[in-house]
């Protein structure tokens, strides 16, 4: 299946900037299942706040069958995002499970 995203960049005081999902123009992508794919937001700590297009039905724990349809919106992240993303990734996560308590 060929399929194909595109964004563009607002550029501010001539510095180039990633499009929110609310700016997103782009062409959204359909999966192997014929749905929509879903923009997501990558919290590894491998590619720290990383969008990127999933099958629709796929989610952790999800009992319905989902294809294996995977591709990233942005660029890989530069080496400073990797040093301080972890830690804010961290954070979040910590402050995520306090408040299920």
């Given at each position: 299946m060929n399929s194909s995203s595109s964004f563009s960049l607002s550029v501010q005081s001539g510095r180039k900037q990633r499009p929110t999902d609310l700016q997103w123009s782009g062409v959204f992508s359909v999966c192997g299942c014929n749905l929509q794919a879903s923009m997501k937001t990558s919290l590894t700590y491998s590619n720290p706040g990383r969008r990127f297009f999933s099958c629709h039905r796929y989610s952790a724990g999800s009992k319905q069958p989902a294809c294996n349809f995977f591709q990233w919106v942005d660029p890989p992240t530069c080496?400073?995002?990797?040093?301080?993303?972890?830690?804010?990734?961290?954070?979040?996560k910590t402050m995520e499970e306090e408040l299920r308590m």
């Open positions: 080496p400073r995002g990797h040093e301080i993303l972890p830690t804010y990734i961290k954070k979040v």
